[in-house]
DNA sequence: TCTTGTTAGTTACAAAAACAACTAATATTT
DNA sequence: AAATATTAGTTGTTTTTGTAACTAACAAGA
């Protein structure tokens, strides 16, 4: 009558991805939030626009899968923080181009070693096929 | 001198984790939400009471890796909407013990279910060496 | 016994996320 | 051209989370 089955929630993949999302989430964050006082969407809009070099909110949005305002507040913040500068286009004055500061571009170059070398390192503890076998899964469930 | 580098934010695994972890949880999220007006919290909860019978929430803390605060409304929303009853402990009245009412057992045999089709069905596009393989990198990256 | 420390759980407050309503600029339709 | 619809982006409000401080019960040492 108790009903137990023996599915546990360890079994239950979306539950597992959350835990190593979060699990390795909290170790990276330190790096930009300590150093830089980012949130992650921040750090994510900054990694955006030193990867890809100039671009506008829209793009970022559908680029990084984040909401128009939580892309708002960030490139706010990062203005703030002068990491980023807007320009007004003249062609459509609705969107705005945004580009990195100097000191944005060497905040981008810093966190961004950092982010290869952490990854370089969580992923050092599996085999290549493991890795590929991985990263495949997950952007196959991630739906990319 | 635009320093850009063939690193993207798809190549960084706690980005992909957490868009898989985020793509799947919401697809999941009907479930508890639409139909019992749970939150994923609660809905973590319910399961334990459900799978592993009478616990306290510090058990739970420690099996679900959630944090106290979190467990403690989550508790109380679940005894609002009489899913669970709480018994204070004789040998320790620190404890209290939670146990599941039947409605709480309804709910859980009914999200269990759910859960284990929904697994079912998210891995069925994976062969079982590749499942084997992405539960055994995410155990290992969730630090279980 | 009387501190002092530890543990389970709650509560209060601050930070962040989610959602909806809004403005301003441009496109489209009539 | 006037009305309507879209699009980019912002702002305001509500939920949810995170953090820290708190209470109550028990444990242990002086």
């Known amino acids: 009558m108790t009903n137990i089955s023996n599915f546990d929630l360890r079994d239950f993949t979306p539950y ?7 699990a390795s989430s909290l170790e990276f964050q330190p790096h930009y ?5 980012m949130l992650r969407t921040e750090w994510r ?3 955006h626009l030193g990867r890809y070099g100039e ?6 949005c559908d680029r990084a899968r984040v909401h128009k305002t ?14 980023l500068k807007r320009t007004q286009l003249e062609s459509d004055r609705r969107h705005e181009a945004l580009t990195l500061t100097p000191a944005g571009r060497t905040a981008f170059r810093d ?6 070398a952490f990854d370089q390192e969580l992923m050092a503890q599996f085999s290549d096929e493991e890795q590929a076998v991985l990263r495949r899964c997950l952007a196959r469930i991630a739906g990319l």
Do not use: C, P, W
């Not at 939030?33 to 006082?37: A, E, L, V």
């Open 16 to 22: 597992l991805l959350n835990l190593a999302a979060e």
């Open 33 to 37: 939030k300590d150093k830089y006082g």
């Open 45 to 47: 809009v900054l990694f």
């Open 55 to 60: 671009m506008t909110a829209k793009d970022i």
């Open 70 to 83: 939580k892309v708002s507040r960030a490139v706010s913040a990062l203005e703030k923080k002068r990491f």
């Open 111 to 116: 966190l961004n070693r950092a982010a290869q």
